[in-house]
């Protein structure tokens, strides 16, 4: 996949969220939305960890809908 497709891609899903939600991202910390946009922006560890994160939430995706329409 497109490096900067993904980073556009989870840059997009992380501005959809209201902007006082708070993440806690592994043994990184914690981090405000606008925080993990500009991480994912540089392609920092924590910018790397966030869009493989959200990449692999959307690809799984149908199958969490599926589970909780059944």
């Known amino acids: ?3 900067e497709y993904v ?10 969220m209201p ?8 043994g990184f910390g ?3 939305r606008d925080q993990l ?3 994912v922006r540089k392609g920092t560890k924590v ?3 966030t869009a493989r994160s959200e990449v ?3 690809i799984e995706m149908p199958d969490l809908i599926r589970k909780l329409t059944q």
């Open 37 to 39: 946009i500009d991480e």
């Open 7 to 16: 980073k556009k891609l989870v840059i997009a899903r992380l501005n959809a």
């Open 47 to 49: 910018g790397e960890a």
């Open 30 to 32: 914690d981090y405000s």
């Open 56 to 58: 692999r939430f959307v």
């Open 19 to 26: 902007p006082d939600i708070g993440f806690s991202i592994g």
């Open 1 to 3: 996949m497109d490096e």
